[in-house]
């Protein structure tokens, strides 16, 4: 019997050929071939009027094959190159949507934005001669950070009042009134300061053009073929049919490769086309930091009603979301902040309001989490604020706030990204609490914190809770191919990055098949194999493309058992698919599904001996045609998934830390993760998801910004200035429990778990920070993400150490600092 798969540890089949040295990136397409390569000329400058350019000195330059300025593009050849890229995801209330053109017309808005481009016989020679470019400008005054956005002195795009792209409410219950009549409130103020994902391979593209075919062949490090095959030829007027794109190996994503296109993407397959010779480009490391995308930048106002349990009677929140120069990818961003805000709780009224702003700086689009950090931070601080407020247990709060598990489906009376309700399917909060408070050993915490402190040493501990809307649509499809040999291909058009795609998707194709595993092949990414596709964000893959995989692989086996049935004169209900073979129960008649595949495929000619048992003599009723009028030759599936609604994930972080008196400097103790994605196909790729993202969430929150000064220039935009963390600064070891409620909205019951490790990180450590700090530092709260050792000890300066005088618990303070307050109904 074939070993059931769905649930195993299944090593990775992709490892050994990374560890041997055998991937194959953009960088390496084309190697050794007649490439030419390109480079563009960025902007210096935030904001500034292009008044001229002049590229007189690199025309007549030998080895440069082509220079280009918004001026050469839009001809016949390209009509559609000089107008702005696309607004990836429009929205009625994103009013005043503005994109970039591939190459700037007029006016430049960010540092690093694209002017020039210039193709040449290898990097350097472009790169020199890209140098040589004289472009003369109008300074205009930038606009960096939110609150000068929000003053609107100067603006961004000057047909956009107020730099307010877009400004959108929601609301659920009367939050305004259910907070005015609340026994208690309190508000608070929270900053989440820019950062970026910083993959360790940039973008990079690679196209040739086919004069002889027609066709167009594009390989670029993208988290969406199909999205860029359709902007490609939407862009250079080809048929969709002449555009091939094809992802190969991908050094990291997480969402900035999401956004197509890229100018470099329209670029290069159009120099390609133009020159008639392949063209390449590989974004450097300076590149990538001003040019790429970034995330998370916000402000937040809390206003908060509740009893004396710590119950949420109403919230009210507003916040105001830097968008950067540009909108490409919609309102998507603030909109999961505004809605995944709300995580495990059920506010007795809600209302969201945000504005998305421009400032002159790179632009936003979806980094791992995409919205949810922010969300999680502002709810589990304002859950820290309330059980502080009434001398209560955190967990406690977060407990008499829980959506109860009979409570699924679970309606929130908004509307998600996806356009859909915001209707949570399954989970078991209350669950979830308990194994977390064991595995950090919460209640022991108290004597553990005595103990540190007869030693000199702080310590605190925290924790956050979060919901993620995974599996977002509109769909995802898959194509299942049993070779005569009886292996097994498959193909799905997600890209992957490292995800484990190429295992996950063979466990459940091996499982629907009744095959070994190593039969089975995947194919990710290649619009060849499967042109019809949305791509790899979102958490999506393994419920979409998971989902797809399974219906394609049972369509491929009710083929097969139809005509193994036929072959071994049996009925189909008494056939058993196991090891590859296709065996009548209760008897000794076999066939493989190799010699099925052959049977599927009517024959004039034989090529070899397999082939001959499927020619037009030895196969079928001479009184019937060959192949039935409603099936087709061959032995393969086809199927798409398409859910009505999200699948909501979730999962609770603790973390305890240890700060240092002297120095602030903050060090991890302890990390403990419960995380509930349904059905487990592979727990090792979920757990080194989760390991993945704690690391990326260590960053964000004790070390990762990107810094800005006030005339619009990245400080920060190497390696030696951006600090990401060492080995040393994440957990030595993750404490990992799971809890499966299965979805039911797919097949499989599974939930996606890219982004889950990162989500609670701001939260987590805020929460943990400061409940170190506050026996030491009366009214410290920490209200601004990243925190790096030097802001915890500016805090400590601001917040004296109390008076002498018997010390109350963290529990039993209230928050007091200027940031926030708390009144009471009875004492006010």
Not at 14 to 39: I, M, N, S, T
Not at 755 to 763: H, L, M
């Amino acid at each position: 019997m074939t070993t059931k798969l769905f649930g195993e540890k299944v090593p990775r089949v992709e490892d050994q050929r990374f560890l041997r040295g055998k991937g194959r990136y953009v960088d390496d397409v084309l190697a050794g071939h007649d490439v030419l390569h390109a480079a563009v000329l960025r902007s210096p400058h935030a904001h500034a009027r292009i008044v001229d350019i002049d590229v007189s000195g690199v025309l007549d330059v030998e080895g440069v094959h082509l220079v280009w300025t918004h001026d050469d593009l839009g001809g016949p050849l390209a009509p559609q190159m000089a107008e702005p890229l696309p607004l990836l995801i429009p929205h009625p209330q994103l009013t005043h949507g503005r994109t970039q053109y591939a190459l700037a017309k007029d006016e430049v808005n960010h540092v690093g934005e694209a002017i020039a481009f210039v193709v040449a016989d290898d990097r350097y020679l472009a790169e020199d001669a890209a140098g040589r470019i004289k472009v003369s400008y109008e300074f205009l005054p930038p606009v960096v950070g939110l609150e000068a956005a929000r003053a609107a002195d100067h603006l961004v795009h000057e047909d956009v009042p107020g730099n307010v792209a877009a400004r959108l409410e929601q609301e659920n219950g009367d939050a305004r009134a259910a907070i005015a009549s609340a026994p208690h409130t309190l508000s608070l103020d929270l900053t989440v300061e820019r950062s970026a994902s910083t993959p360790l391979e940039g973008r990079g593209t690679v196209a040739r053009w086919d004069p002889d075919t027609g066709r167009l062949t594009v390989w670029s490090s993208t988290q969406t073929s199909t999205g860029v095959r359709a902007a490609v030829a939407a862009k250079l007027g080809l048929d969709l049919a002449q555009v091939d794109v094809v992802t190969p190996d991908v050094g990291g994503g997480f969402g900035v490769k999401i956004n197509h296109p890229w100018p470099e993407e329209l670029l290069v397959p159009l120099a390609a086309r133009t020159l008639g010779r392949p063209v390449k480009f590989t974004e450097d490391r300076r590149e990538h930091f001003v040019s790429a995308a970034h995330e998370r930048g916000q402000l937040h106002h809390v206003e908060v009603g509740y009893d004396d349990e710590g119950r949420i009677l109403g919230l009210d929140v507003r916040f105001w979301h830097d968008n950067g120069a540009y909108t490409p990818y919609g309102l998507i961003v603030p909109i999961i902040t505004s809605t995944q805000l709300l995580g495990p709780y059920k506010p007795g009224a809600y209302r969201v309001v945000f504005e998305s702003l421009y400032t002159n700086t790179v632009m936003v689009t979806p980094y791992r989490g995409a919205g949810r950090p922010q969300g999680c931070y502002v709810m589990e601080r304002t859950m820290d604020a309330i059980a502080a407020a009434l001398g209560k247990d955190r967990t406690e709060v977060r407990a008499a706030n829980f959506i109860q598990p009979d409570e699924f489906p679970y309606d929130h009376g908004l509307v998600f990204q996806d356009g859909r309700e915001l209707e949570y399917d399954s989970g078991d909060y209350p669950a979830s609490l308990d194994k977390l408070k064991a595995l950090v050993g919460w209640d022991d915490f108290a004597a553990f914190r005595e103990k540190m402190a007869r030693e000199g040493r702080r310590v605190g501990i925290g924790l956050a809770c979060y919901v993620e809307g995974t599996g977002v649509g509109p769909y995802e499809g898959a194509h299942v191919h049993i070779e005569t040999s009886g292996k097994v291909k498959v193909a799905t058009g997600l890209t992957t990055q490292g995800q484990g795609h190429a295992t996950v998707f063979a466990q459940i194709t091996a499982d629907a098949l009744g095959v070994p595993f190593d039969h089975v092949e995947v194919v990710t990414g290649d619009t060849r194999r499967m042109p019809y596709a949305v791509g790899t964000f979102a958490s999506r893959a393994a419920v979409m493309s998971g989902s797809a995989v399974h219906l394609a692989a049972l369509r491929a086996r009710e083929k097969v058992l139809r005509i193994a049935a036929d072959a071994l004169e049996a009925s189909e209900e008494d056939l058993e698919i196991a090891d590859g073979v296709v065996s009548v129960r209760g008897t000794d008649a076999t066939i493989d599904l190799g010699t099925v595949a052959v049977l599927s495929n009517p024959l004039r000619y034989a090529f070899d001996e397999a082939s001959k048992a499927a020619t037009q003599f030895t196969v079928g009723d001479p009184g019937k045609p060959p192949v039935a009028e409603d099936d087709e030759p061959g032995l393969e599936g086809r199927d798409f998934y398409s859910p009505e609604r999200s699948t909501f994930a979730s999962g609770m972080h603790a973390v305890i830390v240890e700060t240092d008196p002297d120095t602030a400097e903050i060090r991890i103790l302890k990390y403990a993760v419960v995380h509930d994605c349904g059905r487990l196909i592979n727990p090792m790729i979920v757990e080194g998801q989760i390991h993945g993202g704690v690391a990326q969430g260590v960053g964000g929150a004790l070390l990762e910004r990107m810094a800005y000064d006030e005339s619009g220039q990245l400080v920060n935009a190497s390696f030696m200035d951006f600090l990401m963390p060492y080995v040393t600064e994440v957990p030595e070891h993750i404490d990992i429990d799971h809890l499966e409620t299965p979805s039911p909205l797919n097949p499989l019951g599974i939930k996606g778990a890219g982004e889950a490790g990162v989500i609670p990180s701001a939260a987590v450590f805020a929460s943990a920070i400061e409940d170190a700090e506050a026996p030491y530092h009366d009214g410290l709260v920490v209200t601004a993400m990243p925190i790096s050792p030097s802001e915890l000890f500016a805090l400590r300066q601001s917040h004296p150490a109390p008076a002498a005088k018997p010390r109350r618990s963290r529990a039993a303070r209230k928050s007091t600092s200027g940031r926030s307050r708390t009144s009471s109904k009875e004492t006010s």
